[in-house]
């Protein structure tokens, strides 16, 4: 292995697995190695079921036999979905990768509103104007104003001055959402179910943003619309078998484009005296080249500790109560509905996504830590799923950003994978990777046209 590559990606979560991807199909020479002996780190999806008692060290029981067959189960450590019409989708066409994997729609997105009392409610959130009209999650003043708040949100265009109903560049969302006079409870499931935002800060800054956000929400509502033009019942995407099909596609694409792959080899960064990056040793011998991209986990003197995601992850018989029977839902707790600074996140799928045996479900609570008892952050939204099958599996993980950009020392670390059940956080950091590892911003449109294959691939 005495040679030398343009870049040596490390771990084979689905953020490396995207940059290995790209930058092989630009024509770099990439050495892809992990630890591990499979593809995902973080991301992987545990099968069979008996995986996932042996890795949160549980007995496996007895009669584990009534959840099915074991090799039906794949489990998602790291649950997220796609927006239809967001950024990861978009690589994924891009590049060609979805010839290798299937997708299906998510079947609902509910919002979780307390509306003062004790255990709430789980609500649809309003998919155009006219559910908004129909919706029990405002009064019927506030449903006229909603709708009137939505159609302009669809109609806005940032080059056509027509549209910015006397608001500028400068206008904050909160003097946007005062001046359709929204309460408190439509601001709530606006700027966190459908603009997806964690916390309130995003109320101080420009409202053009949140304009985007909640844009991005509709667009993928309709990005693959039925042949009569129906509506997706949400705007959400879940690949078949799993989220840890995502990084070994990826990995399929750097391989084509020549990419080599190493898994399970101990491995050791080696810095020169002026702290750049030379070159990493494993027992196959020792590799050189301009650059490392790697998971914090490889870096442990070049990030930093930057909160805690707590998770539980469930197993129910049945669908989430008051979802009509979905096989598939995204809720979303918004922060101040809880008295907390940043939303709770709940994700449902089942067996018709190939991730369990027929009849069972998985759902995941996520949240980001903000106490000292992080696993009563979960249980307080668990009463929404109704009965578990088994004690939910609920674990904590440390997050970690890098320290520097990497510029000087050709070290570019990704970032932890958050709280959010959506992609697009994570395709954020993946493109803050390329632009510093690369010095140029990602060009899709640029990327498609290097493919051998002229056909990107297709949903």
Not at 6 to 17: F, K, Y
Not at 151 to 179: A, G, R
Not at 227 to 253: M, N
Request: proline residues 4%; contains cysteine; charged residues 25%.
């Amino acid at each position: 292995m005495e040679e030398e590559y343009d870049v040596i990606v490390l771990g084979t979560g689905l953020s490396e697995c995207i940059l290995s991807g790209i930058l092989s199909v630009e024509g770099r020479k990439v050495l892809h190695m992990d630890r591990n002996q499979y593809y995902g780190a973080e991301s992987a999806s545990l099968t069979p079921l008996n995986a996932v008692f042996e890795h949160f060290k549980r007995d496996v029981p007895g009669d584990v036999d009534k959840y099915g067959r074991g090799r039906d189960w794949n489990v998602d450590l790291i649950p997220k979905f796609l927006m239809a019409d967001g950024k990861l989708v978009k690589t994924l066409l891009a590049t060609g990768v979805t010839r290798y994997l299937e997708f299906k729609m998510i079947e609902g997105s509910y919002v979780y509103m307390t509306a003062g009392k004790k255990n709430g409610k789980v609500s649809k959130v309003p998919a155009n104007e006219s559910e908004a009209l129909k919706s029990d999650l405002m009064g019927m003043f506030e449903k006229k104003k909603f709708a009137k708040f939505l159609s302009w949100v669809l109609e806005f265009d940032k080059k056509d001055p027509k549209t910015w109903k006397n608001f500028t560049e400068e206008t904050t969302m909160e003097q946007v959402y005062e001046s359709f006079g929204l309460d408190k409870n439509t601001i709530d499931f606006t700027g966190h179910a459908i603009a997806l935002y964690r916390d309130e800060e995003y109320r101080q800054r420009p409202f053009i943003e949140t304009v985007d956000k909640a844009q991005l929400y509709y667009s993928s509502l309709t990005r693959y619309s039925d042949q009569d033009k129906k509506q997706s019942p949400s705007p959400y995407l879940y690949c078949l078998y799993g989220l840890g099909e995502l990084p070994q596609s990826f990995a399929r694409l750097s391989a084509i484009y020549g990419g080599t792959y190493m898994l399970g080899v101990p491995i050791e960064v080696e810095m020169d005296e002026g702290g750049q990056f030379v070159a990493v040793k494993s027992k196959e011998g020792v590799a050189k080249a301009k650059m490392v991209i790697g998971d914090p986990s490889y870096f442990p003197d070049k990030v930093e500790k930057c909160g805690q995601v707590v998770r539980a992850i469930c197993i129910m018989d049945h669908p989430v109560p008051d979802t009509g029977n979905a096989n598939s839902v995204q809720i979303i707790c918004p922060a101040s509905q809880l008295g907390r600074k940043t939303d709770v996140y709940i994700c449902c799928i089942s067996s018709a996504h190939a991730v369990a045996s027929k009849g069972n479900y998985i759902a995941v609570v996520g949240a980001t830590v903000e106490t000292d008892n992080p696993h009563e952050e979960v249980k307080s939204v668990l009463h929404v799923l109704g009965a578990l099958a088994c004690d939910p599996f609920i674990y904590v993980q440390d997050l970690y950003r890098p320290t520097d950009d990497g510029k000087q020392s050709k070290v570019f670390i990704t970032r932890s994978y958050d709280a959010t059940t959506h992609f697009e956080t994570t395709c954020d950091d993946i493109e803050s990777v390329y632009e510093r590892c690369t010095g140029e911003k990602l060009d899709l449109e640029k990327l498609s046209s290097k493919l051998v294959t002229p056909d990107a691939g297709s949903f």
